[in-house]
């Protein structure tokens, strides 16, 4: 697939065309999504829960596609054609203004919005995720305090970042934050150099470096989630 | 050569080889399984925190796994999602 943008404008497939448009929006800019968006996703035929199916895949895939690079795995599968190599050039993904962020609603259900009640199997499957991630693992709780809320100024998720009121207060913290923020607005650029980098910082640890990185990239799955939900139901 | 240590499934001890075990041991589309025949890259890459690892495939298996969406149309968003991640993998 060479370019999914094109594919989001011009498929002549209807349904193929709003996923991919769903899929390049939540990956790039889940706080840009609106009522809009909602209803040229349902004119398309895709019901609330294949929506939200959406959004939960485009986070998933997130995930995956930043452990991968910055763990720098090899590929699993014979592939035809040579892969192309990332771009560490290629500009960052925009950061939203805290005027941009939407506001978490009730998801009351009303007809208007998008029941984010949905998908009940696969929410509650995320919140182990989230606990652990929050909660445990090498790094100081405020060190993982400053990478979650690095994530979510990157994604618009406001309600994570007025639950937490830290900033950097070392060298260290600094290069926390700047990984925080390769991770949720460059994946492309992950590699060798984001772990030169922490190591460089202080970070002698592999098991910390892998915390690091991996924190930053799990809550850009749980940011995304929110924001694009949120997003989706607001109703300006 | 990865940027981090992995240990893969033949190396774990402990938890990490009950991990893999209970992971190998899930049915898998034969289009899935990778040449190698273990563990795919994308597990292994999260064997430096085993707790960690049940919990996130444990969300993917469920939303990568079934509907709504049908397969064909998963794939679709899983890759536009790769594609503009710059994630070849």
Redesign the interface.
């Given at each position: 697939?060479?370019d999914?943008r094109a594919?989001?404008e011009r498929a002549p497939d209807l349904?193929?065309r709003a996923?991919?448009r769903?899929?390049?929006r939540?990956?790039?800019a889940p706080w840009a999504l609106d009522a809009a968006e909602l209803a040229a996703a349902r004119a398309a035929a895709l019901?609330d829960?294949?929506i939200v199916?959406?959004v939960?895949?485009?986070a998933?895939?997130?995930?995956?596609?930043?452990?991968?690079?910055?763990?720098?795995?090899?590929?699993?599968?014979?592939v035809r054609l040579t892969?192309?190599?990332?771009?560490p050039a290629?500009p960052a993904y925009l950061k939203p203004a805290p005027a941009d962020w939407p506001l978490p609603t009730a998801g009351d259900g009303a007809e208007d919005s998008i029941r984010v009640g949905l998908r009940a199997?696969?929410l509650p499957?995320?919140e182990?995720?989230q606990a652990?991630?929050w909660g445990?693992?090498p790094l100081a709780p405020h060190q993982r305090s400053l990478i979650r809320r690095t994530v979510a100024e990157c994604l618009g998720d406001g309600a994570t970042v007025q639950a937490l009121d830290v900033a950097p207060a070392s060298p260290l913290d600094a290069a926390l934050v700047a990984t925080a923020d390769e991770v949720a607005r460059a994946?492309?650029r992950l590699?060798?150099g984001?772990?030169a980098r922490l190591r460089s910082a202080g970070l002698s640890d592999?098991?910390e470096?892998?915390?690091a990185?991996?924190t930053a990239s799990?809550c850009t799955t749980f940011s995304r989630i929110r924001v694009a939900l949120a997003a989706l139901n607001r109703r300006d | 050569m990865p940027h981090l240590p992995v240990i893969p499934p033949q190396a774990a001890s402990g938890l990490l080889h009950e991990v893999y075990q209970r992971a190998l041991s899930r049915p898998l589309p034969p289009v899935y399984r990778p040449l190698h025949g273990g563990a795919a890259g994308i597990i292994v890459a999260h064997s430096l925190d085993p707790q960690l690892l049940p919990l996130v495939f444990g969300f993917a298996g469920q939303v990568n796994g079934q509907g709504p969406l049908t397969w064909p149309q998963r794939e679709l968003v899983n890759t536009v999602t790769s594609r503009l991640n710059q994630c070849f993998y």
């Open positions: 697939m060479a999914p594919l989001a349904l193929v996923l991919a769903l899929a390049c939540v990956t790039e019901s829960e294949a199916h959406v939960l895949l485009a998933l895939f997130g995930h995956f596609n930043r452990m991968a690079d910055a763990v720098g795995i090899e590929l699993d599968y014979g892969p192309p190599h990332a771009e290629t199997a696969a499957l995320l182990p995720w652990h991630v445990q693992g994946p492309w590699g060798a984001t772990v592999d098991v470096i892998f915390d990185i991996a799990s | -």
